[in-house]
C-alpha cells in the first residue's frame, strides 16, 4: 500500500469540505445577487415606461392623434422603446426595428426576455392610459397606449458576474488562509506523535523503554498506543532476558561438560599408565561424552519445542493409555535393577490429538523421574483418567519429595532441585522443561505437588478429544482441537 | 599440601582431584555444594581452595565472601565457566587469588596450585633452599650439598611442608592434616615412620640430623649451626 500522509490527508478533507460548502454559497449567492439585480432593473424598467408613457401627448391635430414630445434624455441611449396608441400607430420608438411585430404577438406578460438585434434585452409591456383634453366637458377623450420599454440585460449579469467573482476571490483566500492555519495547527497538535516516534526510534537492545516524560501519555489517543508499545517492550525485554539467560546456562552447561572430557582425557596423558588404566580411562571418557551429547540434544529438543509454530501435520489422534504403557514397558528392566515397581492403571479410554513422539517423550520423562527420585522398594504409580473434556495423567514416587522452596523452580531450564544428587544421577536438569514445553503445546498444564519426605506427584492435563469422534475424521477433530482450546 | 576442592559437577571433581593427587601429591577433599564447602573450610587445614562458582546451596562468589569475612587468608583459585571480564574483575576484588576458566588445562590447574601455595607460604622462586638442602617442586627432587637424595611421595611431601616453614615447630597433627585428606586420623600411626624414614635419609653421610623431634610438641626443620650461618650470609 502506498504510504500517504495524515496531515495532507486532514487539510485536503476540510479543504474539499470548505470548497464545496463556498461553492454552495457561490450558488446561492449568484442566484440571489441575480434575482435582486433583476428585481431592481425591473423597476427601473417601470420608472422609465412611465417617464415615456409622460412623454405622450395630444397631437393637437383634428382626430386627437396622439404623438410623442420631449423624448430627447427621456431614456438612456442603450435601452428601446416601442410606443403604441389604440388605433394601432406606432406614435414613437427607440432603437426598436421591427418592434412593431413585437407589439402585435399576443404575449401579453408584463416582462420578458427578448434579443433584438443580437443583444438580449428585458422587456415591459406597459399599457397605458393617456387622457386627452381633460379640460373639456366631456372630461376628455381617454387614448390607451402600449409601451414596450427594454433594457440590456447584459450589465445585470455583469453586476452578478462581478458579485459572484468577488464571493470566489474571498472565497479562495478564506481557503488559502485555512490551508496554511490547519498546518500550522496540526504540526503543533501532533507534536507528541512526533517526539513520540523520535523516543520509540531510540530504543534498542540496551535501552528498553520509552523516555519518562513522554508528552504522548497525556494525549487521550496516543495513550493506549504508548501503553501497547511499552507493554510489548516490556514482553520483549522479559523474553530477552530469558532467551539471554538460557544461553548463558546452556554455555555453562556445555563448558562444564567439555571441562570434563577434556580434563578426563588430559588425566590419562599426564603419564604413562599400562594398556588397562587407558581403557578404563578411555571408557569413563565415553560416558562423558555420551552425557554431553544428551546434553546437547535435550537442548536442541528444548529449543524445538519453545521455537513455537505447531506442526498439526504431525498430529494424530493417540490413546494417552498405550503410549504410557508403551512407555513403562521400556523402563521395566531399569525399574527393576532399582528395585521399583511401576504399575501402570489407564483403563478409561482417553483420546489426546498430538504429536506421538512428544507424547512419548513427556511419559518418559515423567517416569524417569520417578524412578530416580525413589528409593528401592518403593512403588512408581502411573495413572490415566479422564476428568469432563480433560484428560489426566500422575506419575507418582514415593521418593524423598521435593522442598516447598524448590517447588517452584521444577520447570526451569536446568535447574536441578539437588544438583549433586542429580548430577550423579546423570540429570541434564532440562527434563522437566521439555516436558512442560510439551504439555504448553498442546493447551495443556503440568504441575507437580509434594509431600517432602513421602513422595512426588506429577500431574499432567491435556484436551481430550470426545471418544464419540471417529478416528479417521480428522476434519472434526482438527476443529474441535481448535474450537476447545482452554489452557 | 592439602588441596579444598569444591565443585559440584562429580566428573570434574573426581579429574582434578585425582591430577592434583597423581602430580605434585597433594591431599585432596572434596565438597559438592558451597555449605559443604565452607564448612570443611572452617578446619584451616588447607593450603588452597579450589571453587566453583555455580554452586548448590551456596554460590562460589558467597563462598569466597564468607571465608574472608571471617579472615582466612588461605588462597583461593577460582573455576569458572562465565570469562566476563565483570564476572572476573569482581571475583579478583572479592578476594579470590586467581581463576582459570572452563574448560581449562589440568596442567595448568597443578601449575596454578602451586603457585598459588608456594605464595601463599611466602616463597617466589619453585625452588626452596635451606642451608645446603635444596628442594625443587617443579620435579620434586632433593639434593643436599649437590648430591641427589631418593624419596618416598610421602617422606618428599612432609620435607617440602616443612621446607616451607624453617625453623618453626610443626605439630604431628598439622603435618598430618596438610598431608592426608579428611580421614588423616587411620594415618596417625604411619608419619612418625616417614618422619625417621626422611630424617635418616637427610642424615645420611657426614652431617648430623636437621629434622628435630620435639616430643609432645612435634617436629621442627633445623640446621647445624654453621651450615644455618653460611645459609644466613648468603641470603644477606
Known amino acids: 500500500m502506498k504510504t500517504y500522509s ?26 440571489y445577487e441575480a434575482i435582486s439585480h433583476f428585481r431592481a432593473l425591473d423597476v427601473v424598467l417601470r420608472g422609465r415606461a412611465d417617464s415615456v408613457l409622460g412623454a405622450v401627448q395630444d397631437a393637437e391635430d383634428p382626430e386627437d392623434n396622439l404623438m410623442l414630445y420631449g423624448t430627447e ?60 383634453d381633460p379640460g373639456d366637458a366631456k372630461g376628455g377623450v381617454a387614448r390607451h397606449v402600449i409601451i414596450l420599454y427594454g433594457s440590456r440585460t447584459h450589465p445585470v449579469w455583469e453586476r452578478v458576474r462581478n458579485a459572484i467573482a468577488f464571493y470566489a476571490l474571498s472565497g479562495l483566500l478564506l481557503l488559502v488562509i485555512t490551508g496554511v492555519v490547519l498546518l500550522r495547527l496540526l504540526r503543533g497538535g501532533l507534536q507528541p506523535l512526533y517526539e513520540l516516534v523520535e523516543q520509540a526510534g531510540k530504543i534498542s537492545v540496551t535501552s528498553w523503554n520509552l523516555g519518562p516524560s513522554s508528552q504522548a501519555r497525556y494525549v487521550r489517543e496516543l495513550e493506549p498506543l504508548v501503553s501497547a508499545i511499552e507493554s510489548a517492550l516490556l514482553r520483549l525485554e522479559q523474553s530477552f532476558a530469558q532467551q539471554r539467560q538460557f544461553v548463558s546456562d ?117 517416569i524417569h523421574n ?61 527434563g522437566l522443561a521439555i ?53 | 599440601m592439602r588441596v579444598l576442592l569444591v565443585e559440584d559437577e562429580i566428573r570434574l571433581a573426581e579429574n582434578v582431584a585425582h591430577a592434583l593427587r597423581d602430580g605434585p601429591g597433594f591431599a585432596v577433599d572434596h565438597a559438592e555444594d558451597g555449605q559443604t564447602g565452607l564448612d570443611l573450610a572452617e578446619n584451616l587445614c588447607y593450603d588452597l581452595i579450589i571453587l566453583d562458582l555455580m554452586l ?63 605464595r601463599g607460604k611466602g616463597m617466589a622462586s619453585p625452588a626452596l633452599r ?21 624419596l618416598s611421595p610421602m617422606e618428599y611431601r612432609i620435607l617440602e611442608y616443612l621446607m616451607h616453614r624453617p625453623r618453626a615447630i610443626v605439630s604431628k597433627r598439622e603435618l598430618l592434616e596438610h598431608m592426608y585428606d579428611f580421614n588423616w586420623v587411620h594415618h596417625s600411626n604411619v608419619i612418625e615412620a616417614h618422619v625417621s624414614n626422611l630424617r635418616r635419609k637427610l642424615g645420611e653421610g657426614t652431617n648430623p640430623p636437621t629434622i628435630e623431634n620435639l616430643r609432645n610438641r612435634g617436629y621442627r626443620l633445623v640446621m647445624e649451626y654453621t651450615t644455618f650461618k653460611e645459609a644466613e650470609d648468603e641470603s644477606a
Open chain 1, 6 to 31: 495524515l496531515t495532507r490527508r486532514l487539510i485536503t478533507a476540510v479543504l474539499l469540505v470548505e470548497l464545496c460548502s463556498l461553492l454552495a454559497l457561490i450558488g446561492i449567492a449568484s442566484v
Open chain 1, 73 to 132: 434624455g427621456l431614456a438612456p441611449k442603450r435601452d428601446i422603446y416601442i410606443v403604441r396608441d389604440d388605433r394601432g400607430r406606432v406614435i414613437g420608438s427607440q432603437g426598436w426595428p421591427g418592434g412593431e411585430q413585437e407589439l402585435a404577438s399576443t404575449d401579453t406578460r408584463e416582462f420578458r426576455n427578448l434579443t433584438v438585434g443580437g443583444i438580449r434585452y428585458r422587456v415591459l409591456r406597459r399599457p397605458g392610459l393617456r387622457v386627452v
Open chain 1, 250 to 366: 546452556a554455555a555453562h552447561e556445555l563448558k562444564t561438560s567439555v571441562a570434563v572430557v577434556k580434563s578426563s582425557l588430559q588425566l590419562l596423558t599426564m603419564r604413562t599408565r599400562s594398556a588397562k588404566e587407558y581403557e578404563e580411562g578411555l571408557e569413563r571418557v565415553t560416558v562423558d561424552s555420551e552425557r554431553m551429547e544428551e546434553l546437547v540434544a535435550k537442548m536442541l529438543t528444548l529449543a524445538r519445542l519453545e521455537e513455537g509454530g505447531e506442526q498439526p501435520e504431525s498430529y494424530r489422534i493417540v490413546e494417552l493409555g498405550d503410549v504410557l504403557r508403551d512407555v513403562a514397558e521400556h523402563f521395566r528392566t531399569l525399574a527393576s535393577f532399582h528395585r521399583i515397581s511401576l504399575a501402570v492403571n489407564a483403563d478409561t479410554s482417553t483420546l489426546v490429538f498430538c504429536d506421538p513422539d512428544q507424547l512419548r517423550l513427556l511419559c518418559s520423562n515423567l
Open chain 1, 370 to 430: 520417578a524412578i530416580q527420585h525413589s528409593g528401592a522398594g518403593t512403588e512408581v504409580r502411573a495413572i490415566v483418567s479422564s476428568q469432563g473434556e480433560l484428560a489426566q495423567l500422575i506419575v507418582e514416587d514415593d521418593g524423598e519429595g521435593i522442598p516447598e522452596d524448590v517447588l517452584p523452580h521444577v520447570f526451569d531450564r536446568f535447574y536441578r532441585g539437588d544438583p549433586s544428587r542429580s548430577r550423579r544421577t546423570g540429570g541434564t536438569g532440562l
Open chain 1, 435 to 487: 516436558s512442560k514445553a510439551i504439555v504448553l503445546r498442546y493447551h495443556g498444564a503440568i504441575r507437580l505437588k509434594s509431600n517432602p519426605g513421602h513422595g512426588t506427584s506429577a500431574i499432567v492435563t491435556l484436551p481430550l478429544v470426545p471418544s464419540t469422534t471417529q478416528r479417521t475424521d480428522h476434519r472434526t477433530t482438527r476443529n474441535f482441537e481448535k474450537g476447545a482450546v482452554t489452557s
Open chain 2, 56 to 118: 548448590p546451596k551456596l554460590d562460589g562468589l558467597t563462598v569466597l565472601r564468607r571465608l574472608r569475612e571471617r579472615r582466612d587468608s588461605t588462597a583461593v583459585l577460582i573455576l569458572t565457566a562465565r570469562s566476563e571480564r565483570s564476572s572476573i574483575i569482581q571475583l579478583l576484588n572479592s578476594g579470590a587469588d586467581d581463576y582459570l576458566s572452563k574448560p581449562f588445562d589440568l596442567g595448568e590447574v597443578i601449575a596454578r596450585a602451586k603457585a598459588l601455595i608456594r
Open chain 2, 130 to 150: 635451606l642451608g645446603d638442602l635444596e628442594l625443587h617442586t617443579g620435579d620434586q627432587s632433593v639434593f643436599r650439598a649437590g648430591m641427589p637424595i631418593v
